[in-house]
């Protein structure tokens, strides 16, 4: 008999694996659809979500390849874009970047109030980007990399739906930032595997990640300790938060998108309450996996973080390990990610800022 409901699990494992149905996912997956689908349903927008087992590569979502506003987790694929650029050797850590007026946003960041001239290195620059959401920085980086660039790498990697339409204003065309859950799944994907760009570049992109300020999203309902690597996005009446998270046993990609929000707060509580039904049946989804005895994708090696200060400085150094190996395809099958060491990350409230 136990060979039996093996012999079923495996099967169902296998009919989701080569599915694009949501709901072919056994087990508690498939009891997360239904949740899902069920907070859509009442959802106060238009929203999009994927979430996707690291371990075994099952997939549950919602509207996932819907095509939405990005507001500023498109400023993940500028970062991507900038390692790109590093490991060709046109780019450097250390180069300075001089404030130009025309980088200027004033919706969001400190950089808008710096003098005109000021010099900030690519690190300082990438750390403020992601953790602060700082505008000015992001344009700056943009300016360096072109935006032309970052949209033909998004191509590359096969992200149909990502584009950067123009530089980040506050008071400019929401419209013109785009993605969708999908894409953001296969590049944090790609990240977690420590395939995007090459291993050194995945790892420092996952620590630049983990040291987001704006926690008040997705994190908010995760249990302390779970280590989070995202990026949120926030912009009239847009709100999204995309990440890794690295829950022991059952690391999962997770993004949510949403937009037409009535109110920003009517965001917060469903993106909140999507974390939470994805955190506590995946949970039981990697019981349900050891019961059933099904089979989970090869471990990666340990892997450390480095520190996240390094980057916070315009004079720090970081000297990369061997990335000569390329970057392999996003749709090859990956082993799951090793969850990296703790980051402590302040737990703000959550604010009104744009992008």
């Given at each position: 008999m136990r060979f039996i409901r093996t012999a079923l699990a495996c099967a169902a494992l296998f009919i989701a694996l080569h599915s694009t149905s949501f709901a072919a996912a056994p087990g508690p997956l498939g009891e997360l659809q239904l949740q899902l689908s069920s907070l859509s349903m009442h959802a106060p927008g238009n929203v999009g979500i994927v979430i996707?087992?690291?371990?075994?590569?099952?997939?549950?979502?919602?509207?996932?390849?819907?095509?939405?506003?990005?507001?500023?987790?498109?400023?993940?694929?500028?970062?991507?874009?900038?390692?790109?650029?590093?490991?060709?050797?046109?780019?450097?850590?250390?180069?300075?970047?001089?404030?130009?007026?025309?980088?200027?946003?004033n919706g969001w960041g400190d950089l808008a109030d710096a003098r005109t001239g000021t010099p900030y290195s690519v690190s300082k620059l990438m750390w403020l980007m992601i953790t602060e959401s700082d505008n000015t920085?992001?344009?700056?980086?943009?300016?360096?990399?072109?935006?032309?660039?970052?949209?033909?790498?998004?191509?590359?990697?096969g992200l149909a739906q990502t584009r950067l339409g123009d530089y980040i204003r506050s008071d400019g065309d929401i419209r013109s930032l785009r993605s969708s859950p999908n894409d953001m799944m296969k590049l944090l994907e790609a990240m977690a595997q420590e395939r995007l760009i090459d291993a050194w570049s995945s790892r420092a992109m996952i620590t630049i990640l983990t040291g987001q300020h704006h926690n008040g999203l997705l994190p908010q309902p995760l249990?302390?300790?779970?280590?989070?690597?995202?990026?949120?996005?926030?912009?009239?009446?847009?709100?999204?938060?995309?990440?890794?998270?690295?829950?022991?046993?059952?690391?999962?990609?997770?993004?949510?998108?949403?937009?037409?929000?009535?109110?920003?707060?009517?965001?917060?509580?469903?993106?909140?309450?999507?974390?939470?039904?994805?955190?506590?049946?995946?949970?039981?989804?990697?019981?349900?996996?050891?019961?059933?005895?099904?089979?989970?994708?090869?471990?990666?090696?340990?892997?450390?973080?480095?520190?996240?200060?390094?980057?916070?400085?315009?004079?720090?150094?970081?000297?990369?390990v061997?990335?000569?190996?390329?970057?392999?395809?996003?749709?090859?099958?990956?082993?799951?990610?090793?969850?990296?060491?703790?980051?402590?990350?302040?737990?703000?409230?959550?604010?009104?800022h744009p992008l």
């Open positions: 996707k087992d690291l371990s075994t590569g099952l997939t549950s979502g919602v509207n996932a390849s819907a095509n939405m506003p990005a507001a500023s987790i498109i400023k993940i694929p500028v970062m991507v874009e900038v390692f790109r650029q590093m490991s060709l050797g046109t780019v450097g850590l250390n180069d300075l970047l001089h404030l130009q007026r025309g980088d200027r946003d920085a992001t344009n700056m980086l943009i300016r360096r990399v072109g935006r032309s660039h970052i949209n033909a790498t998004m191509h590359d990697l249990p302390s300790g779970i280590q989070i690597a995202h990026k949120t996005g926030t912009l009239h009446d847009t709100l999204n938060d995309v990440g890794i998270v690295y829950m022991e046993n059952t690391p999962y990609i997770i993004a949510v998108m949403t937009t037409h929000l009535p109110t920003l707060d009517s965001g917060r509580r469903f993106i909140r309450n999507v974390s939470s039904a994805a955190f506590h049946q995946l949970a039981r989804f990697a019981t349900w996996r050891e019961t059933n005895s099904i089979p989970t994708l090869a471990k990666l090696p340990t892997y450390t973080a480095p520190d996240a200060t390094m980057w916070q400085t315009p004079n720090d150094v970081l000297t990369p061997d990335s000569s190996a390329s970057a392999t395809s996003m749709n090859e099958p990956q082993p799951p990610p090793a969850a990296p060491a703790p980051v402590n990350t302040p737990d703000p409230n959550a604010s009104n």
